[in-house]
């Protein structure tokens, strides 16, 4: 057995035995609200470990267990200050995870019950005041209510329940000492994977699929080892951020997420991979309403923001600097243009955007089209569209675009446009982009290739002409004529003409709604 073909085998039994001790909690809540206490659980044990690693590798050479160095006070002191710096958090013995799973293997789970761990988490957090972690750390456990009924009717039996989880939890081997792989990290992107594909529509706050993740990672490296930083002004539980890293070596992650419970995810995910509390800022607000990091300029910007979500379009908004040059303000019912314009103003000039977004901010007209025309004819940022298969993400089947946008473009008299639509693998609930699907999107990008019925690099005389129209059945026809009826051929041209319809509906939606009617 080769060591990849090892490596797949043991994914594929964690990735069981993980799913399994998920299902304990069926029945008494939806997948949705119990994903807070498995992966909430996960990271506590991997936050122990870490610390009681650390602190072992400091009390080496004084041949003393971090247990017994704790009850001395002076070594408690200097152990607290040198974790703190390195680290940015405490966690004393009595609650390492190890201790409470020697107590619930006890009879009748020996001393631990829900309200020992609860005390446990908010020492966490209590660790880090006045720490330059603290922002990282505060309310990271907040979701997982031990306290609710769902659990049980009484501590007792929340305990119980509780206690086997972290049972499970322990018996899985998240190291592998003969095999390089980031086994927890795998397990927590895996376990957020199926709790989305479990939570219907609320899937798309938390989560874009990886080999989604994988092409926006690669467009925005191509080229690059290493990047300075990178930004998701909707970071979700920042899987898309951390997919940048494993494209290229990632000096700063910077990231934005509007829903409190997602943005606790995002820097568990953060931890769980890694990254040092130092070495990124994640902010819980409203990426367009109150951006945080409004100054910086990123050398990478990713983003696979709400759909068609609704803004304020306030006027105020007329005098912002990210929106103020483009004449026009993305319409109130539609926020895609303003994420657009968030994103371009995070730019770096020597740096590569990439955003997945409906079809139609390809060909919306009104103020949509204002800003798109802006875009192409006077700044010359737009580099490429990519379009993607329907019913590739959860909770939506519609089909999406990348759109791939620089300040300084190597290819500057041309839009590279790649319908990847008709690739995929055809899945029981979602189609799934295969890796020979998502290499001939890249390459593709990379050579800016014109491929029949595939790709099309058009001139911007070319686009012009088409008043800025990028719907991309204008420029790669994929219609198939043949002497027999060609099923697929023609749902490729039924395609086009929706496409098409739509097209003339949302200028007109556009138009009316501009008039105010």
């Known amino acids: 057995m080769t060591t990849s073909e090892a490596q797949r085998q043991q994914q594929e039994e964690l990735h069981k035995k993980l799913w399994a001790m998920a299902n304990d909690l069926r029945g008494q809540m939806e997948a949705y609200e119990f994903k ?67 107590e619930i293997q006890k009879g009748d789970q020996g001393k631990f019950d829900v309200e020992m761990l609860q005390k446990a988490v908010n ?15 505060q309310h990271l456990f907040d979701d997982m209510d031990l306290s609710s009924s769902r659990l049980g009717r009484d501590v007792k039996s929340r305990s119980k329940l ?4 972290m049972a499970n939890i322990s018996n899985i081997p998240f190291k592998h000492d003969d095999i390089e792989i980031d086994v927890l990290g795998d397990a927590y992107e895996y376990m957020i994977g199926q709790f989305a594909a479990n939570a219907g529509k609320k899937a798309g706050e938390f989560y874009t699929p990886p080999q989604v993740s994988k092409i926006l990672a690669k467009i925005v490296t191509a080229g690059k080892s290493s990047i300075k930083s990178v930004y998701d002004p909707t970071c979700g539980s920042g899987s898309l951020l951390l997919r940048v890293a494993k494209e290229a070596k990632v000096g700063k992650f910077y ?22 509390y130092q070495n990124f800022e994640i902010e819980n607000a409203d990426s367009l309403d109150d951006p945080r990091h409004i100054d910086l300029r990123f050398e990478a910007v990713v983003a696979n923001p709400p759909y068609s979500a609704k803004w304020s379009s306030d006027k105020k908004f007329e005098q912002d600097e990210r929106f103020s040059a483009y004449g026009k303000l993305a319409p109130a019912s539609k926020a895609d243009y303003a994420f657009i314009q968030h994103m371009i103003h995070h730019l770096d000039d020597n740096g590569t955007m990439a955003v997945v977004l409906p079809h139609g901010v390809l060909f919306r007209g009104a103020a949509e089209g204002t800003i798109r025309k802006y875009l192409i004819e006077e700044k010359n940022y737009l580099d490429a569209v990519i379009g993607l298969p329907a019913n590739i993400f959860f909770g939506t089947n519609i089909p999406t675009c990348i759109l791939v946008l620089k300040k300084c473009r190597k290819e500057d008299d041309n839009i590279l446009f790649i319908d990847a639509s008709s690739d995929y693998e055809k899945g029981k609930n979602q189609n799934r982009l295969r890796e020979e699907d998502v290499e001939k999107i890249i390459a593709t990008y990379k050579n800016r290739q014109t491929l029949d019925k595939y790709s099309y690099a058009a001139s911007l005389d ?10 991309i059945p204008r420029y790669v026809d994929t219609f198939e004529e043949e002497e027999e009826i060609d099923i697929i051929g ?23 709604e501009e008039l105010g009617v």
């Open 36 to 102: 807070n206490y498995i992966l909430g659980l996960i990271f506590y044990r991997y936050l122990s470990e870490k610390i009681e690693d650390r602190a072992n590798s400091l009390l080496k050479e004084d041949q003393i267990s971090y247990k017994e160095a704790w009850k001395n006070e002076e070594l408690r002191k200097a152990l607290q200050e040198e974790l703190i710096q390195q680290i940015g958090y405490v966690i004393e013995p009595e609650y390492l995870f190890s201790n409470m799973i020697e």
């Open 123 to 137: 020492a966490v957090t209590e660790s880090t005041l006045g720490a330059d972690s603290q922002e990282d750390f």
């Open 162 to 165: 509780i206690a086997k989880i």
């Open 255 to 276: 990231g934005q997420e509007k829903v409190s419970t997602t943005y606790n995810l995002a820097r568990m995910n953060m931890l769980l991979h890694n990254v040092s």
């Open 462 to 471: 070319k686009i012009k002409a088409n008043e800025y129209n990028l719907n």
């Open 490 to 512: 023609l749902k490729a041209r039924l395609q086009q003409i929706e496409n098409e319809i739509n097209e003339i509906d949302n200028e007109l939606y556009s138009y009316f």
